[in-house]
């Protein structure tokens, strides 16, 4: 099964190789027919420290590196 990738906006680089990446996702309501913004939250490995606040990243799926970390960073 291949691993998922998204594309999202460094919030925080304030852990060591650790960055929180904010997920923005647009979808039509059911029932208004209204575009709709929702974000999340992913904690992402980042092991050389490379990205900080503000950078646009892609994260993949991976093993968990900890208790929140599922995810890693690929590129910017």
């Not at 852990?15 to 208004?32: D, G, I, K, W, Y």
Request: net charge positive; glycine share 2%.
């Amino acid at each position: 099964m291949p691993k998922r990738i998204l594309q999202g906006t460094v919030t925080s680089d304030a852990n060591a190789q650790t960055v929180t990446v904010s997920v923005e996702r647009r979808f039509t309501h059911p029932v208004l027919k209204k575009t709709i913004r929702r974000s999340k939250k992913y904690r992402a490995h980042d092991a050389e420290n490379a990205f900080k606040k503000g950078d646009s990243v892609r994260i993949q799926e991976c093993a968990p590196h900890s208790k929140t970390k599922r995810w890693e960073v690929l590129s910017a």
